[in-house]
Each structure stands twice: as C-alpha cells, then as structure tokens.
C-alpha cells in the first residue's frame, strides 16, 4: 500500500498540445480516488504518467517514499484495470488470472494461493475452469479485476472500467468494486467521465476540466460547495439551474435581480458579498434542481425564494417529477416529488431553500 504524490506535473504532446497543466495531488495511502471531467480533460494521460505509460514532462511522481518518474512501468508495483480489458480467449480464467504471475515467475503455490483467494473475493471461483467465451460482461469484467488482485499491487489504476457494460450492471460493479476496495484497502485512482460513478465511489474526487484541477474534496463538499458554475454543472443530475442577473442592494438587503425574478437574498451572505464587491455586478445564481419545493412549509419559511411559473414539460421518473419551466426566459427544472402533478401549461409555485443557493461570477 502507498501514498500517491503528483507535484506541479505537466504534460505536453508533440503539436503542441497541453493536456495535463500543473496538477497537484497527495493521495493518501488506503485512499479511494475519482478523477472526473468529460473526454479529452486529461484523465487518462494522468493516469497513464503515474502508471509509467506515459513520459512526464515536468514535475515530480512518488509512488511511496520513491520517485518514479524515471522507473519502468513494470517496477512501479502498479496494477491497471482498462475499459478494454483483454483476455485471452484461448485461455481459462484461471489461466488468465494466473498469467501475470507467471511470467514473473511466481513460484506455482503462489501463484494457485492468489488466484484462489482473488477468485474468491470476486465470487468467481465456480467460472475458473472456463474459457472467456462462455461468461457474461459483468463476469468478465470480475476476471479483469482479479488479474489485478492477484499482483497485490500497491496502486490500482482503473480507467474507465464499467464503461463497457450496461447500465443496471455498472450499478452492480460500481458498488463491487467499493467493497473490494473495503476489504483489500489498496490505494485506487478511478476514472471515470461519469459524475455519478464519481460521486459514488469517491473518497475524494478531482474534478479536471481541459487539463486543470478544479476541485479536490469529497463528494459531498463537491456536491455542497462547488468553487465555480463548471463543478457546480458538472455535479448532480439533472443538473443545477442557473439564472443570470445581477445583485442589487436596497434598504440594507441585497437581491438578485433577474427579468421576472427578485429575490431578497439570506442575510448571512451579506458580509461575504459585500466584501467579494459583486454588488451590481452580473452574477449568476445556482439552485439544484432538489432545492427546488412545492410544498407549503417550505413557501412559509421562504416566501422570499418563491416563485411562479407555468410548467411547460412534466417528466414523470417514478417517485419524483422533474418540471420545465421559464422565467424571464431562463430555463428552470425542479425535481419534486410524483405526489405534486401539476397539468403542462399550469401555474405552479416553487420555493428555493434558501440555505442552498449558490452565486458564482458570470463566466
Ligand atoms: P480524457 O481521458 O480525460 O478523455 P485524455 O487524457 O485522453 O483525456 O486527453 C487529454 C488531451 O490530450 C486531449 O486533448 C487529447 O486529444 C490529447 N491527447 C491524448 N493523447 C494524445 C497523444 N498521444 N498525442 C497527442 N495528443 C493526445
Ligand atoms: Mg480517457
């Protein structure tokens, strides 16, 4: 097991292309990690720079106490899980978990320890006699996993590892491979360009848009407290409304102001809004889509977060309803509960928790 540092690393392909600016990060030893972005953000040419697939540019890589940059990948104690993960078809499952191993030259008793024990971790036991062919994705995918168990590698790199597989079983693997990790407690870094997967799975997650860090916490400071409208937009689903308007202070309160939208914000945020100056500036204003309320409770507590719309779009998803609606032309979603079923073309009126607006600066 190890600690994972990556300090001030850069990478530059020939053309000029910057894919990895200045990234910093200490993980810690035991540590589950998610790096998420959408493609091109530069995730897999992190990952490839610490598994040693890929030359650093600049900066500084420690595995453990050691730096690595300049250690083979095969010495770098290591163990990958891709999105296209091959197996050989000719071989068993043993076979194939037992390969790496192999060529290692594992004494056999080794060898047959771990690939038991793996198989058994992953509930794979009974498929060891079988050939590729004859298992299903998920399946698969366990053996996948096991010919990295069986390595008890320091790290576990995994880029992308559910993608392959349908909806309903990447659920099911998400949360396997969060209980593999419970159990063998291996340092991992993930990634994933799925914010749900991230947010799932994540100890901490490292948010990365166009080769930059945006943002290092947990899921739930991630989800709380983005740092700007691209976090903010890019965690939770559907994803948060924002309004563009400007703050306005009158008679000792500030508003944010909008066509067809006024609100007096909570007096708790003034301090910090009068001293960042955005008074009379254009901000924009979050609201998640759940911070969105029909009920009644909410309008009394907060009939200055309330508002009226006319719903365009009802989308029924079970327990909940998401509703479409305009407000002075902006676009706003709420994600209410199925009890409340207001008709398309109704009025409805909806309260924001006022504990849970966001105000981030105009992009
Ligand atoms: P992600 O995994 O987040 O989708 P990548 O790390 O694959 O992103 O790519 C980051 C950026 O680097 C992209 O702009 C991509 O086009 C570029 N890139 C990736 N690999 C190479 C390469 N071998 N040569 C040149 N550019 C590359
Ligand atoms: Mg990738």
Redesign the pocket.
């Known amino acids: 097991m190890a600690r994972v540092l990556l300090q001030n690393i850069w990478?530059r392909?020939?053309?000029d292309?910057v894919?990895?600016k200045n990234f910093n990060l200490d993980i810690q030893d035991k540590e589950f990690v998610v790096?998420v972005?959408?493609?091109?953000?530069?995730?897999?040419?992190?990952?490839?720079m610490v598994a040693g697939l890929?030359d650093i540019t600049e900066g500084d890589l420690y595995i453990g106490d050691r730096r690595v940059n300049d250690v083979a990948p095969k010495d770098r104690d290591i163990a990958m899980v891709f999105q296209n993960y091959a197996l050989y078809p000719h071989m068993t499952v043993y076979q194939n978990m037992a390969f790496g191993l192999k060529l290692r030259k594992f004494p056999k008793a080794e060898i047959d320890r771990r690939v038991r024990e793996a198989a058994r971790i992953l509930d794979i036991e009974h498929l060891l006699d079988r050939k590729p062919k004859a298992l299903s994705g998920g399946q698969r995918q366990r053996v996948a996993l096991g010919r990295a168990i069986v390595r008890e590698p320091q790290v576990f790199l995994m880029?992308e590892p559910l993608s392959n597989l349908d909806a309903k079983l990447r659920v099911q693997m998400r949360a396997e491979i969060r209980k593999l990790h419970q159990r063998i407690q291996t340092t991992t870094i993930y990634?994933t360009?799925d914010q749900t997967e991230a947010m799932t799975m994540g100890d901490r997650i490292v948010v990365?848009r166009d080769?930059v860090i945006q943002q290092v916490a947990t899921p739930q400071e991630v989800y709380n407290h983005p740092v700007n409208m691209f976090v903010a937009g890019f965690i939770g689903s559907p994803a948060m409304n924002f309004l563009r308007g400007e703050l306005v202070e009158e008679g000792g309160s500030i508003y944010f102001r909008a066509p067809e939208i006024s609100i007096r914000l909570p007096e708790g945020r003034y301090p910090a809004l009068r001293q960042a100056g955005v008074i009379r500036k254009p901000v924009v204003l979050g609201i998640r889509p759940e911070d969105l309320h029909e009920d009644e409770v909410f309008q009394a507590t907060y009939p200055e977060g309330t508002i009226t719309g006319r719903v365009e779009v009802v989308e029924h998803m079970g327990s909940e309803l998401y509703l479409h609606f305009t407000k002075g032309g902006q676009p706003i979603v709420a994600r209410v509960s199925a009890r409340f079923d207001p008709r398309p073309g109704s009025e409805v009126k909806l309260t924001m928790d006022m504990n849970k607006l966001h105000i981030f600066d105009a992009e």
């Not at 972005?37 to 490839?48: A, H, I, N």
């Open positions: 990478k392909y020939p053309g292309v894919a990895v790096f972005g959408p493609s091109g953000c530069g995730k897999t040419t992190t990952l490839r890929e880029d990634v360009h990365m080769g």
